[in-house]
């Protein structure tokens, strides 16, 4: 390949960059189902002929198993295929109801590149309404298994696999017409890159490929592995249940061995990781080489960027591949699970293993890692309707990020880029419901010197008879802190004061009744007795911390101007102090610090602290799994 002009680069990846966002906004208006249309539960990308992935602003699944299946000398244009087999997806999909539809793009009668999208669609048939069984004990229980078919032939679809996929759902309507989105849009994404390579040339556009590629690479090498130092480094982290047994530690352990003279400068050795389990919390990762776990993982990197804004400006693409080497277990594991194991709740895996690299990382560079962040869960509820016709609402809530060296972690993030949480307005008209609180659930976010994140607390009252369901983790496990911080508070629901486990499939609801759902808050960074008293003040303020955390974790002692104590928040609301007007909360009624009192307090906290503690705190939790350990033999620096 001729070296590329450094400024069709640019013009390319912008292209390529706009072409991808075009898909996804196209996806998102034409969408049928609450899961794709409002909570952006989808992701488009662009590959190349050679099955690299181009862009790094989202992310999407694999070309490999495509091309496996059907040779790119037999592909024409107008094709789309369709797949979701976990277990013949070579590691590019998760559970059976993230679909994926891919569509090659054409030069002068040629591949070149290919677009393709995948989301979690609401129903693809399965045991249980969303597909989703928490207690599943095979695959063949999670919904329709389709491999690599060609959905659309030269532009016209296969009314014959449309039917049979919209026959096994329970949401046909919605299915058919997410489809048609997706494989619309990518079509539509297909002719604009075929533009590109009209333009430009073929040889043109494919050497600014490589050089895309090449400069991601040769960035992640420079500026993020040069900080990590060399030697081998452990952690492990933890899965608490799996649906079927009762809870326990489900470990994924990473050994990372860092040489900055190899040619593969990372290795990532997965041995020690438990085996699969019996329930659906099994990832099939160990496929093509592990390509899809390494962009998976590599994002984790940006955060070894010298300053935050560096890191928001660095994309993931398939420059990160070379860089990172991968050893599995045998089969058998968590990560090596054996057909037909099922794995519709493998984000307990997946998003663990994100938090697993972190914790790592951590260790090796002193911290400069944020703390353990929030995992998706999906929570909502199935019934009958007053019209007779069944529905299912379900949510993708966020949590709290981990506080960072930095910054404190962000309130109700979500862990995959672009997702939301459904609009009250539009979940009240749908479905028979009401959203009777939305807003931060106080005290969640772990304390340190720089705080986490808040989860949500969101009480939802039944107004007909229901179902709830709920596939969540960290429902016993908290979101670790690092460094001196603490752990963040877990997930946790309520049915009219009923607690409720973090997988469910068809808990009853009365109308009338009140779920309340509380998302994990993240896990602290650096000693909570080190944090300005002021912004602990400010905090409690904002009703983000109670008074009884700010005197018990963080040592500030509060007082109202009549020089009264703070009051408690009650039931661990989000509530805030003081009288607010138009420009916000009205300091003259606020509490304030009381410097004397704040520091005999934290004297007399910092003569408790253990002399030899360990770097990681998992949370009260982790003692009732692990046989009264309060700590792994992992945790310490």
């Known amino acids: 390949m001729s070296a590329a002009d450094p400024v069709l680069v640019e013009i390319v990846e912008g292209t390529l960059a706009s072409v991808e966002r075009e898909v996804e906004t196209a996806i998102a208006r034409t969408a049928r189902s609450p899961m794709i249309r409002d909570a952006h539960d989808f992701r488009a990308g662009i590959h190349d002929v050679r099955l690299r992935k181009l862009t790094g602003r989202s992310y999407s699944a694999l070309v490999q198993p495509v091309v ?72 063949f229980e999670e919904g329709l298994m389709v491999p690599p078919i060609r959905l659309w032939d030269r532009g016209v679809p296969n009314r014959a696999a449309l039917t049979i996929m919209t026959r096994n759902s329970r949401m046909p309507d919605s299915l058919a017409g997410d489809l048609d989105a997706e494989c619309s849009a990518c079509l539509m994404g297909a002719r604009r890159l075929a533009e590109l390579f009209a333009r430009y040339g073929r040889e043109a556009v494919e050497a600014c490929f490589d050089a895309i590629v090449a400069n991601t690479a040769e960035t992640f090498r420079r500026e993020l592995l040069a900080k990590i130092p060399e030697g081998v480094h452990v952690w492990e982290d933890y899965a608490e249940h799996d649906g079927v047994d009762p809870p326990r530690l489900h470990a994924q352990r990473i050994t990372l061995t860092v040489d900055h003279s190899a040619a593969v400068p990372l290795v990532i050795d997965f041995t020690g990781t438990s085996p699969q389990a019996k329930g659906p919390i099994n990832h099939a990762g160990d496929y093509a080489g592990g390509v ?152 969640s976010g772990g304390p340190g010197l720089h705080r986490g994140g808040l989860g949500y607390d969101k009480h939802i009252r039944m107004l007909r008879d229901a179902s709830f369901m709920s596939i969540a983790d960290r429902s016993i496990l908290s979101c670790w802190g690092v460094n001196g911080g603490r752990a963040g508070r877990p997930f946790s629901v309520e049915i009219e004061g009923r607690a409720m486990e973090g997988l469910v499939d068809d808990a009853p609801v009365r109308a009338g009744e009140v779920i309340r759902v509380r998302t994990t808050g993240g896990g602290g960074w650096g000693c909570p007795l080190d944090r300005d008293p002021e912004a602990v003040a400010a905090d409690v303020r904002d009703g983000k911390v109670s008074p009884e955390s700010a005197r018990d974790d963080y040592g500030v002692i509060l007082r109202l101007p009549d020089g009264s104590a703070t009051a408690a928040v009650p039931d661990g609301l989000y509530s805030s102090y003081g009288s607010h007007d138009a420009d916000g909360p009205n300091p003259v009624d606020a509490p304030t610090v009381d410097a004397e009192a704040t520091a005999r307090r934290r004297a007399e906290l910092r003569a408790l602290l253990p002399g030899n503690a360990p770097f990681f705190d998992r949370g009260p939790g982790f003692p009732s799994l692990s046989g009264g350990l309060p700590y792994a033999d992992v945790d310490f620096r």
Request: charged share 20%; with cysteine; net charge negative.
């Open 292 to 443: 899809f776990l390494k962009k998976w993982l590599a994002p984790i990197l940006r955060n070894l960027a010298d300053t935050p804004e560096r890191m928001a400006g660095l994309d993931v693409n398939e420059g990160v591949v070379p860089l990172i080497g991968m050893r599995f277990p045998e089969k058998g594991t968590l990560l090596t699970p054996i057909f037909p194991a099922p794995t519709n709740a493998r984000t307990f895996v997946i998003l663990r293993l994100l938090g697993v690299l972190a914790g790592v990382l951590a260790k090796a560079t002193g911290g400069r890692m944020p703390a353990d962040q929030e995992t998706i869960r999906y929570t909502g509820v199935h019934g009958t309707g007053a019209d007779g016709a069944p529905y299912l609402m379900r949510e993708v809530l966020g949590g709290g990020s981990g506080g960072r060296w930095y910054a404190d972690g962000e309130d109700t993030i979500h862990v995959v880029p672009d997702s939301r949480n459904i609009p009250v307005e539009f979940a009240e008209s749908r479905w028979p419901l009401r959203v009777e609180r939305l807003g931060l659930a106080c005290d």
């Open 68 to 139: 496996r299946d059907f040779p790119v000398a037999e592909m024409n244009p107008g094709d789309v295929f369709f797949h979701n087999d976990v277990y013949l997806s070579e590691g590019g999909i998760g559970h059976l109801p993230d679909l994926c539809v891919t569509v090659p793009v054409f030069h002068d009668g040629d591949v070149v590149a290919f677009v393709q999208a995948f989301g979690h669609h609401d129903d693809i048939g399965g045991t249980v309404p969303g597909s989703m069984p928490s207690h599943a004990r095979s695959v």
